[in-house]
C-alpha cells in the first residue's frame, strides 16, 4: 500500500484504487484477484486472464485453481492438458481450416513430435515451454525444432530427429483432426474457470459478472471478469 499511495501522492489511509489486468499469465492472474479479496483499499478489479496451463493446482498460497469454497468443496480437478487446450484460438484456427489451406496446422504436429523427443531424453522435459514458431511453407521438422529449442540448452540427435520427422509427415494430418477434435472442449474448460473465480468474488461479498468484450479473433481470451466490492460506495 505504500507504494501505491507515494505514486498516487496521497495521505489518506482509506485510499481507494482498482485493478486493471490485461492478460496477466498463470498464476498472475488468481494473485491479482486473491490481492483484490484480502485487500480493504482496493475496491474493483477488471481483469483479462491467459495462459490457464500455468495455474498451480496444488493446495498453498499460490494454489491457481479451484479458488471458490464451491469447487473445493466439491473437488474439482482440472490438469495441465485440459488448461493447455484451454488457451488455444479456435476462431482463427477455423478460419484456417476452411482456407483448406491445411498444411499451415502442421505446426500442431511438429509440435508434438518435438514434445516426444524431449521426454525420450529427459522426462524433466515435459511440457517445456518452447519458443513460439510461426510455420513458413515448406519448413522442416528440423527447422522448427531449431527455432523451438534456441533458447534452451537442449540437443537433439540428428539421428533423433530425422526418425521423428519422418512420423510427423506421416501422421500430420491425423493430429490436425485430433487437435480439432480436442478444441471442442476448450470453451468448457475455460468457462469452469472463469465461473470458479466469478464464485470467488461473490463469495467474499463482490457484486460481479463476466463479459465478452473483444473480439475473439483478435483476443481469443477475450471474457472480462468484473467485480466492485457491495461496501465500496459506502466510502
Known amino acids: ?59 498453498n498460497l499460490f494454489t491457481g485453481y479451484p479458488l471458490s469454497h464451491v469447487c473445493l468443496k466439491k473437488q474439482f480437478k482440472l490438469d495441465y492438458l485440459s488448461c493447455e487446450t484451454a488457451c488455444h484460438a479456435i476462431e482463427n484456427y477455423v478460419s484456417k481450416l476452411k482456407t483448406e489451406n491445411h498444411h499451415h496446422l502442421k505446426i500442431h504436429a511438429f509440435r508434438a513430435g518435438l514434445e516426444t523427443i524431449l521426454v525420450n531424453i529427459n522426462l524433466d522435459l515435459k511440457h517445456s515451454a518452447v519458443g513460439n514458431v510461426k510455420y513458413e511453407e515448406n519448413m522442416t521438422f528440423e527447422e522448427y525444432c531449431d527455432r523451438a529449442l534456441k533458447k534452451m540448452n537442449v540437443q537433439i540427435p540428428k539421428s533423433k530427429m530425422k526418425d521423428v520427422e519422418k512420423m510427423v509427415e506421416a501422421s500430420w494430418e491425423k493430429v490436425v483432426k485430433f487437435y480439432s477434435a480436442r478444441l471442442f472442449l476448450a470453451p468448457l474448460v475455460e468457462s469452469i474457470i472463469l465461473y470458479d473465480r466469478l464464485l470467488y468474488l461473490a463469495e467474499s461479498n463482490s457484486h460481479c459478472n463476466i463479459v465478452p468484450v473483444f473480439d475473439c479473433k483478435i483476443s481469443p481470451r477475450n471474457h472480462v471478469l468484473r467485480a466492485e466490492k457491495i461496501f465500496a460506495k459506502e466510502y
Open 1 to 59: 500500500m505504500s507504494i501505491i499511495k507515494e505514486a498516487f501522492q496521497s495521505d489518506n489511509g482509506q485510499f481507494k484504487f482498482g485493478i486493471v489486468g490485461l492478460h496477466p499469465c498463470g498464476n498472475l492472474g488468481s494473485m491479482l484477484l486473491k490481492l483484490y479479496n484480502n485487500c480493504s483499499n482496493i475496491s474493483f478489479i477488471n481483469i483479462v486472464s491467459c495462459c490457464y496451463m500455468k495455474l498451480s493446482f496444488e493446495s
